[in-house]
């Protein structure tokens, strides 16, 4: 297994504004995601932090709106900008121990709560 | 591009009973991985279980099962013996895609 923490765990953000989001995994940590999960909603991938390098965004999603980071193997960032109330979500952490998605399961942080009036 | 669906928005179980849990994908990949995950009301995210495409044997793992049947593209979770802890939501999952999920509720 592998252990992955993110914070904040919530918060409240005023319309405008900017949030950022770490994540630190542990060192069995391969690979990195990021996810959404909407109010009611199945988790939808925002992209894939790549160490060193621009992450890969999902269709619908893109770097201005969200920047991402990974500076090193076991940390992370997300970044909310321009939060709107539509982006009043749970941003989900994730990562994997394998080096495939396809055939390694996911270990998630315990979600950062965002709401945004 | 691969799609997961899962058909049942909400199931229904009396507490020891079986249940089955739906979920179809679909690939044009001849390797891939199904996965299964659990999110209590808590809202953690829980991997229960693993398929491969080239897997002989049905995945189990203690009370959670797969019926994978690769032919109908059809990777259906169940669990045996419910318990009230297994009230969540259950989510199928392949190659980081995620279906909408089911939620499941255990009564006594």
């Known amino acids: 297994s592998a252990v992955i923490s993110q914070k904040p765990s919530r918060d409240i953000c005023q319309r405008g504004t900017s949030l950022t989001i770490q994540c630190q995994v542990d060192?069995?940590?391969?690979?990195m995601f990021w996810y959404r999960q909407q109010p009611g909603q199945s988790l939808t991938l925002i992209a894939t932090?790549?160490?060193?390098?621009?992450?890969?965004?999902e269709s619908g999603f893109v770097i201005d709106k969200f920047p991402i980071s990974r500076p090193n193997l076991t940390f992370s960032t997300l970044t909310v900008s321009n939060m709107s109330p539509e982006d009043s979500s749970i941003y989900l952490c994730s990562g994997t121990t394998s080096g495939d998605a396809n055939t390694g399961e996911l270990f998630f942080g315990e979600g950062s709560r965002l709401t945004v009036l | 591009a691969q799609k997961i669906t899962q058909t049942q928005p909400g199931m229904f179980v009396q507490e020891k009973e079986a249940v089955t849990l739906d979920c179809t994908y679909d690939?044009?990949?001849?390797?891939?991985?199904l996965f299964w995950y659990k999110q209590p009301s808590s809202g953690e995210m829980i991997f229960l279980i693993y398929q491969g495409s080239y897997d002989e044997q049905n995945a189990t793992e203690g009370r959670y099962s797969l019926n994978f049947q690769k032919a109908r593209k059809s990777a259906n979770l169940v669990i045996s013996a419910s318990q009230l802890g297994d009230s969540a939501m259950y989510f199928c999952?392949?190659?980081?895609?995620f279906g909408a999920g089911t939620r499941l509720a255990v009564h006594p």
């Open positions: 690939t044009s990949d001849q390797s891939y991985g």
């Open positions: 999952a392949m190659r980081l895609i």
């Open positions: 060192s069995q940590v391969t690979m």
């Open positions: 932090a790549n160490q060193g390098s621009e992450a890969t965004y």
